[in-house]
């Protein structure tokens, strides 16, 4: 148990104007309530608040009240509830909860991993599925943390509620619930470098299957009937049908006239 002391004054002013006010003075406003009392508003000292939500048992720390006001002097509390700015992280409100010595108070503990899971040395994961646990018990008996020996998780374990024991207190958690447990590597991330690998061995080999017909396609030098059919197309403009109309008409018309010339000297002899 964690025990500290906090200087608190008493306050009738209210409103946002007092509030800004006293917040630049080192102050912050705060009301103290207890079971069977009126709630009263009490100025404390941002920096000793600051200090103590800050402390390892933060709100667990058991409180004693000093003040001018006899009312607040030697009163017992908990820090329940602080309010800060959002952007500039300036406390703005605490709420402080009375506790008495004979009566559970019901507090959340975080939790403290102790040790390195044998299944983290195979390559798992140690996964917090719960930071905190709420358990109820003496103001006396508060413990700063709930701690956990996790070195004997293997990859596939895990750690429950119903697990964890606490002397002296109550744990109020959902039994069920999972606090921590071990799991593998995904399958993913393992196959990953894998189907990585093959598919740059793939990718070429498409790449040359894909330019080999378009080099055969520009240039007829392949093999077998694709060769052939490209060879003849072109060889069958350039110099097959046109280069055997060419000689043969020249032919015919040098041949033709001498041979009608030798019929009509014959006619012309009879």
Known sequence: MAEQELWVESRTETGKEFAGKIRRAGKVPGVIYGRGKEPRAVLIDTAQALKILHSPAGRNTILTLKSDDKELAG???LIRQS?????T??????????VVKDRLVRVWLPVEVLGRPVGVEKGGTLEAHMREIEIACLPEEIPEHIKIEV???DVGDSIHVR???LEKAKILSNPVMTVLSVVAAKAEEVAAPVAAVAEGEAVPAEGEAAAAPAEGEAAP????KPGEKAAAKPG???AGKPGEKAAAKPAEKAGGKPAAESKG?????K
């Open 83 to 87: 309010q800060s700015d959002a952007i």
């Open 151 to 153: 070195s004997q998780l």
């Open 221 to 224: 030098a392949a093999p077998g």
């Open 89 to 98: 992280e300036q406390l703005l409100h605490v709420d402080l909860m009375e």
């Open 265 to 269: 000297k014959e006619k012309k002899s």
């Open 75 to 77: 009163r017992r509390a």
């Open 236 to 238: 069958e403009k350039a």
């Open 163 to 165: 697990d964890l024991k």
